[in-house]
Nanobody, 125 residues
Framework: QVQLAESGGGLVQAGGSLRLSCAAS????????MGWFRQCPGKEREFVAA????????LYADSVKGRFTISRDNAKNTVYLQMNSLKPEDTTVYYC??????????????????WGQGTQVTVSS
């Protein structure tokens, strides 16, 4: 059982950048694969990016490839999502997720057991 807390969201102009952070409690270290999702009202949570336990393998949704980068600092129990070249369609709530029972990166929200509360990202045109 872990607690996840996202931060770093806010308002930015199109073409700008934001860096989201996900701080995890419970001494997870490198024991969890981590992912980022986003969700618009009335829609299923959409996969954004995922990273394996060591940080050596990552996976991205086609819509964010080349613009977003996921990374982790296991010593600090923190996962990051660097978002560059932001577009208005990136506007939504972003969630951090953790899964302890697999070693491969996961892209479906139902595969993750733990979730943060979300952080709002708004991109103006």
């Amino acid at each position: 059982q872990v607690q996840l807390a996202e931060s770093g969201g806010g308002l930015v102009q199109a073409g700008g950048s934001l860096r989201l952070s996900c701080a995890a409690s419970g001494r997870i270290g490198s024991s969890y694969v981590m992912g980022w999702f986003r969700q618009c009202p009335g829609k299923e949570r959409e996969f954004v990016a995922a990273i394996n336990r060591s940080g050596g393998s990552t996976l991205y949704a086609d819509s964010v490839k080349g613009r977003f980068t996921i990374s982790r600092d296991n010593a600090k129990n923190t996962v990051y999502l660097q978002m560059n070249s932001l577009k208005p369609e990136d506007t939504t709530v972003y969630y951090c997720a953790a899964e302890p029972y697999t070693s491969v990166v996961l892209t479906t929200y139902v595969d993750y057991d733990y979730w943060g509360q979300g952080t709002q990202v708004t991109v103006s045109s």
